[in-house]
């Protein structure tokens, strides 16, 4: 198959890019012919096999306002190149390509679907785009009444939706009108060496060896669950005081304040909360294997990488209900807590550290969980039936 992948952007390590990456890198090995059309690209973060051709256009992103100034210069430019691209499908992950794409397909007759990660936020999640900085809440409502019916109408002219979740099938059903399919992602779920000698996580941090770690990673954005991480983070402290948590990736500056401000408030030691910052993928693996549970606060999450990369290193995973309910088996690998019940998220931690026996049967559940059922190569099999139906239907 010859198979056009749209995304916004390729800018900053996040689950949409990986998943693209993986994705296509699979796709290519097994000799169909791959090219990825993105506003803008950074080789240094996303190393694609050489293979695939990479159409960067070069210009601004959604989150900068000089992008929607020039949405038609932009729109136009994109078109120019997607018109002369020999293609059999064109896969569009994000809004606004969903869109350029839409009308030019329809066109040429080429069929187009769109991969659901999840529906644009700002545009169809009241609670999303009210919760953000006021500088977004007024570019997103400035947004939404230029927009949003353009997002809606050019789903409706694609050929089929993949929705990435049940959770999100169930939002795009409401927003879009539209049935779909539910195509879960996976991870490479073969054993990557861990050099463990290279660095021990306890020493590093100057812990003691008893000493319980929560890790956690992803607060990019306002409904990541920031607050009722610490929260939940200070029940634990007040039963098991030997406790840490470890906060990895890149945190959006809000969300590091909200942190600052309820450690003070809620006067908690400040050695007990550590910013890792960017940890590389290839020790990210080491960090959940080290750790005692991972956290995954995020509210309405589409699906989520993290669970998945926790469970396959054989640490527990304590999460909000919503695209996680899919991933993580509650009592089994992990908890699957009701929205916002900051309370019952906090039990259920101070349960699984404590009872070692069950800790261990859920660790042993969790890996074999991973491996059994999301992994990649399989994953993208499936995927590849799926785009062969879409294509000859």
């Known amino acids: 198959m010859n198979i056009t992948f749209t995304i916004s952007h390729l800018t900053l390590l996040v689950g949409s890019g990986i998943f693209l990456r993986n994705y296509v890198n699979k796709l290519s090995e097994k000799g169909h012919k791959i090219t990825i059309i993105s506003l803008k690209v950074d080789r240094n973060i996303y190393r694609f096999n050489e293979k695939i051709k990479i159409i960067d256009l070069k210009t601004q992103v959604p989150s900068s306002p000089l992008f929607w100034m020039k949405f038609i210069e932009i729109k136009r430019k994109f078109i120019r190149i997607i018109t002369e691209l020999k293609t059999d499908i064109i896969i569009s992950i994000h809004f606004p390509l969903t869109y350029f794409s839409s009308a030019v397909c329809k066109k040429r007759g080429l069929?187009?679907?769109?991969?659901?990660?999840?529906?644009?936020r700002y545009f169809h999640d009241k609670e999303f785009y009210l919760k953000a900085p006021i500088i977004y809440k007024i570019s997103s409502w400035f947004l939404r009444i230029i927009f949003k019916k353009l997002d809606i109408r050019s789903i409706s002219m694609t050929d089929e939706i993949i929705y990435i979740s049940k959770f999100i099938k169930e939002r795009g059903k409401k927003i879009y009108k539209r049935e779909g399919y539910v195509h879960y992602i996976g991870i490479e779920t073969k054993n990557k060496k861990i050099k463990t000698d290279a660095f021990t996580l306890k020493q590093s941090l100057n812990i003691s060896k008893d000493t319980h770690i929560i890790f956690t990673l992803g607060l990019s954005h306002q409904m990541k669950g920031a607050k009722e991480l610490i929260i939940i983070f200070n029940k634990i402290l007040k039963e098991i005081s030997n406790t840490i948590l470890l906060i990895g990736g890149n945190i959006r500056k809000d969300n590091c304040i909200e942190i600052l401000k309820l450690i003070k408030k809620l006067r908690i030691p400040k050695e007990k909360v550590k910013f890792m910052g960017y940890?590389?993928?290839?020790?990210?693996?080491?960090?959940?294997?080290?750790?005692?549970?991972?956290?995954?606060?995020?509210?309405?999450?589409?699906?989520?990488?993290?669970?998945?990369?926790?469970?396959?290193?054989?640490?527990?995973?304590?999460?909000?209900?919503?695209?996680?309910?899919?991933?993580?088996?509650?009592?089994?690998?992990?908890?699957?807590?009701?929205k916002n019940d900051v309370n019952d998220f906090a039990r259920k931690a101070i349960k699984l550290i404590k009872d070692k026996n069950l800790y261990n049967e859920f660790s042993k559940n969790a890996s074999e969980h991973i491996r059994n059922n999301f992994n990649l190569d399989k994953s993208v099999l499936k995927l590849e039936s799926l785009l062969k139906n879409i294509i000859f239907k």
């Open 279 to 338: 940890i590389d993928e290839t020790h990210l693996g080491y960090y959940y294997a080290k750790s005692s549970l991972t956290f995954y606060t995020a509210i309405d999450e589409a699906y989520g990488l993290i669970p998945l990369e926790s469970m396959l290193n054989g640490t527990p995973v304590i999460a909000f209900e919503g695209g996680p309910s899919e991933t993580v088996v509650d009592d089994q690998t992990g908890y699957i807590v009701k």
């Open 111 to 120: 069929k187009h679907v769109y991969f659901c990660l999840e529906p644009f």
